[in-house]
């Protein structure tokens, strides 16, 4: 059932298809493309590089890069250096790349010539960044490396590939309850374990298919699909630079592609503009898989009736290398559940107190246990304690399970927001409001949205005499916060209700919701 062939050194992966599949598309963009033979040559290119700049076993590097064939390139070369990629989101803000290369200790970056110049900035205050390597996409000049001129020079000898498969190859960042961005520290065998237990057995992902995916790769789940599963079965994918509900259909239309992963959002939209058509918008695809956030039972059904294609719903989490369940293609499967635990890896669902197995269809924490399971997070000994306890994870999310073993996610312990698959943390938002002119006491909670799942809101209390400028708040939230964090509503209230220990009781402001007046605001791009 496991696939463990699958489960090697990024570097035998490539030099695997480069020898089976040579001439074979890997990766491809609306810019370039590369066969197997070609991405294992650029990858020693680019490693070789990093080897040669100071790079060492362990060090961390950036990519800060949009969805790209650029973007695939830079991380796997890192990993063949030794190195640990870091991947961030293009489209961060300043502050939260500070952050993320600070926290990381990062000694190099891989970027695009329009931000390459905020980046070196940012460099000065960061001494451990030494390296600058740039993908020129446009006629602006290029100070640092230009990755061009990397990975298209042929005589700079072979990288000096290291078998990293359990040492930390990737630090993924992911927002807890805290509000700093934790580093979570990922394994290769880790993230591979996934592929070999299930998107290679379950989905069916094999060296035939030809993936179409829009996911952001600098997330646990697309950088473990999107590019470690579809390198490790030999696939060939089309890497798009974001969701678009226009473009897919135009790409889609001669039936090219086979599989296509997403989140629920993506699914609903692709839904909803097939409403008014009869035509096919799917030809050729056979499997579409979700995750990053729980898939509503009404538009699994509904997407799989109106297009005859599998939608597969899992549940995971960058923790563990993201999947941890998940449905199967055959079989009867109970819209609405995650489906069933990974091969090779354990599940219990206990009381959040007192740690008891619940009994079926009772609700209670879901832990985890095997070998997709992180190291730990990066520089943060007692919340990676705190998380793993006496070999389980605990996921902080609520779940129950049926008589034949369906997992269902029903809440959260955590207080996360997970809007369109994006998590969004409460306290990140309030740390930027409680500062602004005229807030006095504020706090965050997810507010239901009919398509993206919850959105942030943001409650005020505003200083006695003083009234919150709410489209300058926002504006201020714009330049500080990803366009995904910034509050779709704003909401003036009396008081923020709290625990005597000071504690906000968030389930008190999403009940107040239906209630509340709604200050005006100008609502974050969805």
């Given at each position: 059932?496991?696939?463990?062939?699958?489960?090697?050194?990024?570097?035998?992966?490539?030099?695997?298809?480069?020898?089976?599949?040579?001439?074979?598309?890997?990766?491809?963009?609306?810019?370039s493309s590369l066969t197997y033979r070609q991405l294992e040559e650029v990858t020693a290119r680019l490693a070789v590089h990093f080897q040669a700049s100071g790079v060492e076993p362990g060090d961390r590097?950036?990519?800060?890069?949009?969805?790209?064939?650029?973007?695939?390139?830079?991380?796997?070369?890192?990993?063949?250096?030794?190195?640990?990629?870091?991947?961030?989101?293009?489209?961060?803000?300043?502050?939260?790349?500070?952050?993320?290369?600070t926290?990381?200790?990062?000694?190099?970056?891989?970027?695009?010539?329009?931000?390459?110049?905020?980046?070196?900035?940012?460099?000065?205050?960061?001494?451990?960044?030494?390296?600058?390597?740039?993908?020129?996409?446009?006629?602006?000049?290029?100070?640092?490396?230009?990755?061009?001129?990397?990975?298209?020079?042929?005589?700079?000898?072979?990288?000096?590939d290291a078998d990293t498969l359990d040492l930390p190859a990737f630090v993924v960042y992911t927002s807890g309850t805290t509000g700093k961005a934790k580093g979570v520290l990922l394994s290769t065998r880790s993230m591979l374990w996934v592929t070999a237990s299930c998107w290679a057995p379950i989905a069916g992902l094999n060296q035939n298919d030809r993936v179409l995916s829009c996911l952001p790769l600098y997330h646990s789940y697309a950088l473990n699909f999107a590019v470690l599963s579809v390198l490790a079965v030999g696939a060939s994918e089309y890497l798009m630079d974001r969701y678009s509900s226009r473009e897919i259909p135009k790409l889609l239309a001669n039936g090219d592609f086979s599989v296509m992963p997403g989140v629920p959002t993506m699914f609903h939209y692709l839904l909803e503009g097939a409403q008014t058509s009869t035509a096919n918008v799917l030809p050729g695809i056979r499997l579409c898989v979700s995750a990053g956030a729980i898939l509503?039972?009404?538009?699994?059904?509904?997407?799989?009736?109106?297009?005859?294609?599998?939608?597969?719903?899992?549940?995971g989490i960058t923790e563990t290398s993201t999947m941890v369940t998940m449905n199967w293609p055959t079989g009867t499967r109970p819209y609405g559940s995650c489906g069933l635990p990974l091969p090779g890896v354990a599940t219990r669902i206990v009381e959040p107190v007192g740690m008891r197995d619940v009994n079926v269809g009772e609700e209670g924490e879901l832990l985890v246990r095997g070998p997709n399971v992180m190291k730990g997070y990066l520089n943060k000994p007692a919340e990676t304690d705190a998380a793993l306890r006496?070999?389980?994870?605990?996921?902080?999310?609520?779940?129950?399970?049926d008589a034949s073993g369906y997992i269902t996610i029903t809440g959260r312990l955590k207080e996360v927001i997970i809007r369109g698959g994006q998590n969004i943390a409460p306290a990140e938002i309030e740390q930027l409001v409680s500062v602004f002119d005229g807030v006095l006491d504020c706090a965050v909670t997810g507010s239901p949205h009919e398509h993206l799942g919850e959105v942030p809101v943001v409650f005020i209390v505003q200083r006695e005499g003083e009234t919150v400028d709410v489209e300058a708040l926002l504006a201020h939230c714009r330049t500080q916060l990803s366009a995904y964090k910034v509050p779709h509503a704003v909401h003036i209230v009396a008081e923020i209700p709290r625990t005597g220990s000071g504690k906000v009781m968030r389930y008190k402001l999403r009940e107040a919701l239906e209630v509340v007046v709604i200050a005006p605001t100008t609502q974050a791009s969805s």
């Open positions: 059932m496991i696939q463990t062939e699958l489960i090697v050194p990024v570097h035998e992966l490539l030099k695997r298809h480069a020898e089976e599949r040579p001439d074979k598309i890997s990766f491809e963009d609306e810019r590097v950036a990519v800060l890069l949009p969805n790209s064939v650029e973007w695939v390139v830079s991380c796997l070369a890192i990993v063949r250096a030794g190195g640990i990629a870091v991947p961030l989101s293009h489209e961060a803000t300043m502050p939260e790349i500070e952050y993320r290369l926290d990381a200790s990062c000694v190099a970056v891989v970027t695009s010539d329009s931000r390459e110049l905020e980046v070196r900035k940012l460099g000065d205050g960061i001494p451990s960044l030494k390296e600058y390597v740039t993908v020129q996409w446009s006629s602006a000049p290029v100070v640092g490396t230009e990755y061009r001129k990397v990975v298209e020079e042929r005589a700079q000898g072979i990288p000096a509503p039972a009404a538009t699994n059904r509904a997407f799989e009736e109106r297009f005859g294609v599998k939608l597969l719903d899992g549940y006496n070999g389980w994870y605990h996921t902080g999310d609520l779940a129950r399970f």
